[in-house]
């Protein structure tokens, strides 16, 4: 039997990311031996795996399309599960958290707060608002997909006669749940929309700034974490976790102009995005992708030496640049 202590699920996009390279060479350094799962090696993996040639200690999977039961990697993970694989992040968590018509209410009934949403089923696309509920939503007001990821079926709403935004997502996949959410404008500190993508890493927590409207980050210093009292970036980031019970993840938080309280906008994304800066200008810091990488190779070391986890939370922040008075 072929013993691999670390897969990696990937949809081949004609480049290697900095993210995958380095992993590579991590599980070298570590004495674990690597193996990439594209579209091309899914199939033959598989049929490894269930005639027992082929056996993966740790998953991560990248490329499964989870609420997809036909899809290829989908039934793949699934498949590693039953074997005794330890995948990250575990599909029967990321199916039912990845239904924000379902995680609305989790977070919700947590405390954490939510934008006002209205959940409209599958069997009644066309039901009308409520007076109540318009209220609620005000103008304009977003749209999107139950099951949806990466902002896909988005729609902005900004005149109820015209309703053909919704008709739009609601195309984008018949089968789904949609969900009709006020729009969060963000409070500004300092000239900056207090917008954030907080990521969660085995307990560990990096946050950045983030604009939603070009993708383009960059990761919050002590010294602004200190300044703009945003400690409930991480306690929110933490209950997710805690919440969903997944361990990898990253969210959006704002900042709301309206109530001046911190509103998760995307409730968990399992499979974010690990392009980086020095590849594309919309990818996440360099340093945290590499942080990325050394956190999951160590979680793999330490499954497959079967050595226990300290359970603990500890923020990241970027090592400050030393001025020329010394300070």
């Known amino acids: 039997m072929e013993v691999y202590d670390f897969g990696f699920g990937w949809i081949d996009e004609g480049?290697?990311?900095?993210?995958?390279?380095?992993?590579?060479?991590?599980?070298?350094?570590?004495?674990?031996?690597?193996?990439?799962?594209?579209?091309?090696?899914?199939?033959?993996?598989?049929?490894?795996?269930?005639?027992?040639?082929?056996?993966?200690?740790?998953?991560?999977?990248?490329?499964?399309?989870?609420?997809?039961?036909?899809?290829?990697?989908?039934?793949?993970?699934?498949?590693?599960?039953?074997?005794?694989?330890?995948?990250?992040?575990?599909?029967?968590?990321?199916?039912?958290?990845?239904?924000?018509?379902?995680?609305?209410?989790?977070?919700?009934?947590?405390?954490?707060?939510?934008?006002?949403?209205?959940?409209?089923?599958?069997?009644?696309?066309?039901?009308?608002?409520?007076e109540y509920e318009r209220g609620g939503l005000g103008l304009p007001f977003v749209v999107k997909p139950a099951s949806g990821y990466?902002?896909?079926?988005?729609?902005?709403?900004?005149?109820?006669?015209?309703?053909?935004?919704?008709?739009?997502?609601?195309?984008?996949?018949?089968?789904?749940?949609?969900?009709?959410q006020e729009f969060v404008s963000p409070k500004k500190l300092d000239g900056s929309s207090a917008w954030f993508r907080v990521f969660f890493i085995f307990g560990e927590i990096m946050i950045c700034w983030w604009n939603p409207q070009n993708g383009i980050y960059r990761q919050l210093t002590l010294r602004e974490f200190e300044r703009y009292r945003l400690s409930p970036l991480a306690?929110?980031?933490?209950?997710?976790?805690?919440?969903?019970?997944?361990?990898?993840?990253?969210?959006?938080?704002?900042?709301?102009?309206k109530t001046d309280r911190y509103i998760v906008i995307d409730y968990m994304n399992d499979q974010f995005d690990v392009s980086s800066q020095s590849q594309r200008e919309a990818g996440v810091p360099d340093d945290l992708v590499l942080l990325f990488v050394q956190r999951l190779t160590e979680k793999a070391w330490m499954y497959k030496t079967e050595r226990g986890l300290l359970s603990y939370r500890s923020i990241w922040f970027p090592r400050m640049k030393v001025r020329d008075e010394g300070i």
């Open 235 to 257: 306690r929110i980031a933490s209950e997710i976790a805690s919440v969903t019970n997944i361990e990898w993840f990253s969210c959006e938080i704002a900042l709301s102009v």
């Open 15 to 130: 480049q290697e990311y900095m993210f995958a390279t380095v992993l590579r060479k991590e599980c070298a350094a570590r004495g674990l031996r690597f193996l990439m799962v594209d579209e091309k090696t899914v199939g033959a993996i598989a049929e490894g795996v269930k005639k027992d040639k082929i056996k993966i200690r740790f998953f991560l999977d990248l490329a499964s399309e989870i609420t997809d039961e036909n899809n290829e990697f989908t039934r793949f993970v699934y498949l590693l599960k039953d074997s005794g694989t330890r995948v990250v992040a575990d599909p029967d968590r990321v199916k039912s958290a990845q239904d924000k018509s379902v995680t609305h209410y989790t977070l919700s009934d947590a405390g954490i707060d939510v934008p006002f949403t209205v959940v409209v089923r599958n069997w009644e696309p066309a039901r009308r608002l409520t």
């Open 150 to 180: 990466g902002q896909r079926g988005v729609k902005v709403v900004s005149n109820w006669m015209s309703l053909a935004e919704i008709a739009e997502v609601r195309a984008f996949d018949p089968g789904d749940n949609f969900l009709l």
